[in-house]
């Protein structure tokens, strides 16, 4: 069965300094990952994911997160954090697109928090 | 726009109270998912669906069950509410291509 490991539940960092959330994964399988972000009084929504191909992925604003097979990670950083970042982030894996393994499993998630 | 509309935003129930909560995608999704989230335990899949009719258990079932008699809606129902079913409910739907999940708003129920 997979499983996501977030061990940071709180961070809080200065604006304008780099930050790093660890997801840590287990699964006997190929996966999908995935990281979803909560702002405040909101659902989750899509920050970024890796299906194939680059490990390196990227989103729209300034977040990247790296897949790293051997050490089943796929932690997320942004070399800048602005107050707007400010929000609970969750790590999330699936087995892949085959039917009835499509389920989404989530870490217990980390509450970043930007220091002005 | 991609949309899951869940029909109620917040909810107050008394305990042993016959509770359900309703989902809806505009995106023609195979999959569709019930999660419940509580501060500390991150998201817990109660129930999922892969296609109409059919469900599956996920990771705390007990207590809950789940309707899909069309392929855009996905009931949870609480068939005799209680006080620790008080919990934020999020519905989520993805397709089979990559299994990236669209969230609805959330319900945040409170059983009293």
């Known amino acids: 069965a997979q499983s996501v490991t977030q061990l940071d539940s709180q961070v809080p960092v200065f604006e304008e300094a780099p930050v790093e959330l660890r997801c840590n994964y287990s699964?006997?399988?190929?996966?999908?990952l995935f990281w979803y972000v909560q702002y405040p009084n909101q659902g989750l929504q899509l920050l970024l994911k890796?299906?194939?191909?680059?490990?390196l992925v990227e989103s729209i604003n300034g977040f990247e997160a790296e897949f790293n097979k051997s050490q089943t990670s796929f932690h997320l950083r942004k070399p800048s954090v602005h107050i707007s970042d400010t929000a609970e982030y969750f790590c999330?894996?699936?087995?892949?697109?085959?039917?009835?393994?499509?389920?989404?499993?989530f870490g217990t998630g980390t509450r970043l928090t930007i220091i002005p | 726009d991609v949309k899951v509309t869940q029909s109620s935003r917040y909810l107050v129930k008394r305990t042993g109270e016959k509770v359900f909560l309703e989902c809806v995608q505009d995106?023609?999704?195979?999959?569709m998912f019930w999660y419940r989230q509580d501060p500390g335990l991150g998201l817990r899949l109660i129930y999922f669906?892969?296609?109409?009719?059919?469900?599956e258990k996920g990771d705390i079932p007990e207590g809950y069950s789940v309707s899909r008699e069309k392929k855009e809606r996905f009931s949870l129902i609480l068939e005799s509410a209680s006080t620790n079913q008080t919990s934020m409910y999020l519905c989520?739907?993805?397709?089979?291509?990559?299994?990236?999940?669209?969230f609805g708003q959330g319900t945040r129920l409170t059983v009293v």
């Open positions: 999330a894996v699936s087995e892949g697109a085959n039917f009835g393994n499509e389920k989404l499993t």
């Open positions: 995106m023609d999704h195979e999959n």
């Open positions: 890796y299906l194939s191909g680059s490990t």
């Open positions: 669906s892969y296609d109409v009719k059919m469900k």
């Open positions: 989520a739907s993805s397709n089979t291509v990559d299994t990236e999940a669209f």
């Open positions: 699964s006997s399988v190929s996966v999908y």
